[in-house]
């Protein structure tokens, strides 16, 4: 367990390959979270820190932890590059704030099955939700205008009707 208080900001791959670490508790005052900080912390199951704070995410924060959950701030714009890949994520509701999902946002996060995308959304990216077996709806904003290659690859069980707009480009 790493107990942090008062901190504001968890530097690049500060904590990554800490393989036995299961959680962590920072300050509310927590609002930037770097590049890989956590990647690789295969054990690391509770952030005990509301993400309601957290302004920016750098790519791979959370990559390959087993999170379940996570509370995305109304102020964060952008979900980077594979930031939740292959963790164990169940549902996540995407705030209007964010217009951009990158690339391999949450690739292979196979108990993900639900997703509400927001509003104001523009661009999922590249292999955003590939191999997310588990998600099984989702419902495509208007805002939407671009969905890169292989999205939503591999996600055997979404299923009814996918309905995209006619200024989208995939």
Not at 20 to 30: A, C, G, H, R, Y
């Amino acid at each position: 367990t790493v107990i942090a208080p008062g901190v504001t900001e968890i530097g690049d791959k500060a904590f990554m390959y800490c393989t036995v670490l299961e959680k962590v508790q920072f300050s509310d005052e927590l609002h930037t979270i770097g590049k890989d900080s956590f990647n690789a912390c295969k054990n690391l199951k509770t952030i005990g820190v509301s993400g309601e704070k957290i302004t920016t995410l750098g790519e791979g924060a959370f990559a390959g932890t087993i999170i379940d959950s996570f509370v995305f701030s109304d102020e964060l714009t952008e979900i980077p590059e594979g930031c939740f890949k292959e963790t164990s994520l169940t549902s996540i509701i995407i705030p209007e704030s964010v217009t951009v999902i990158g690339a391999n946002a949450f690739l292979n996060c196979k108990n993900l099955e639900s997703v509400v995308l927001s509003d104001n959304l523009k661009t999922i990216g590249k292999s955003a939700f590939r191999y997310c077996e588990s998600l099984n709806s989702i419902d495509f904003p208007e805002s939407l205008v671009k969905i890169e290659a292989y999205a939503f690859e591999m996600c055997e069980k979404l299923s009814g009707e996918i309905r995209l707009e006619k200024n989208l480009v995939y």
